[in-house]
Nanobody, 129 residues
């Protein structure tokens, strides 16, 4: 089992940037794909991005493509989500979660909505002027 903790959220103006971190402990980190999902007030959870265990493959929700970049440092047991050109509609609590290191899991992750593993406490991102 792997335990995850997201951090790095905050208040930023439209067009600004933030970098989220997801630190892991427990099981072998590189054995897991890591995904970011988010939940905005009054809305269901939605997948944002997923990265394979090696970091060689990454997948994104259409609405964040070209603005968000996911990466990982397996030596530090950490996954990052660099968010640029932020929009008010990106406002949400962001969570990270671990899954099987499989193409079928990670490639579909950004299109999922509703049901995700709990993903820990999450970190609040607010985009507002």
């Amino acid at each position: 089992d792997v335990q995850l903790q997201a951090s790095g959220g905050g208040l930023v103006q439209p067009g600004g940037s933030l970098r989220l971190s997801c630190e892991a402990s427990g099981d072998t980190f590189s054995d897991h794909a890591i995904g970011w999902f988010r939940q905005a007030p009054g809305k269901e959870r939605e997948g944002v991005s997923c990265i394979s265990g090696t970091g060689n493959s990454a997948y994104y929700r259409d609405s964040v493509k070209g603005r968000f970049t996911i990466s990982r440092d397996n030596a530090k047991n950490t996954v990052y989500l660099q968010m640029n050109s932020l929009k008010p509609e990106d406002t949400a609590v962001y969570h990270c979660t671990a899954g099987p290191n499989m193409y079928s899991y990670c490639s579909k992750f950004p299109t999922r909505a509703g049901d995700f593993d709990s993903g820990g406490q999450g970190t609040q991102v607010t985009v507002s002027s």
